[in-house]
């Protein structure tokens, strides 16, 4: 089974309802190369957010995903979603070595990485350290994921 549709434990508090763009969903998107903002989010219904999160990632899926985001944002007040380079070489997408970004939050939080733990994770795994290493994103949910995936020293 794919985790293309999995929600972490750390999410809990706002993947109620989805009321958050959970963090498989957010992978998705950065591999599709669209900026899907929270009141696009919101102004889906949950049973669409849902399909959202079950919505599988090989690149044909992704690529039908791509155009119904398409069609269904740009009937809302916000727009049609906008655009980035889809994720290519991404520090999540690379398992030899976490990325420097995280080893510095978890510096910053006083924790030590496992060494051997980054190639052990999963792309999912990966995409959601990187992206709670983000500046602006809250880091309480660091080590809660880094608890959750067993990678504390």
Request: glycine letters at 8%.
């Amino acid at each position: 089974m794919g985790r293309h549709d999995h929600c972490f434990g750390f999410e809990a508090d706002f993947v109620d309802h989805l009321r958050c763009i959970p963090m498989a969903v957010r992978r998705k998107l950065d591999l599709m190369g669209v900026k899907l903002k929270l009141v696009h989010w919101s102004d889906l219904d949950e049973g669409e957010r849902q399909r959202l999160l079950d919505w599988p990632d090989d690149p044909e899926a992704l690529a039908a995903l791509d155009h119904w985001l398409e069609r269904r944002t740009a009937a809302m007040a916000a727009g049609v979603a906008g655009r980035l380079q889809p994720a290519c070489g991404a520090p999540w997408q690379q398992d030899q070595a976490p990325p420097e970004v995280l080893l510095a939050s978890c510096r910053q939080l006083g924790l030590t990485l496992a060494p051997h733990a980054w190639g052990e994770l999963d792309e999912l795994q990966r995409f959601a350290l990187v992206k709670l290493c983000h500046p602006g994103h809250e880091h309480r949910n660091l080590p809660r994921a880094l608890a959750e995936f067993g990678l504390l020293a």
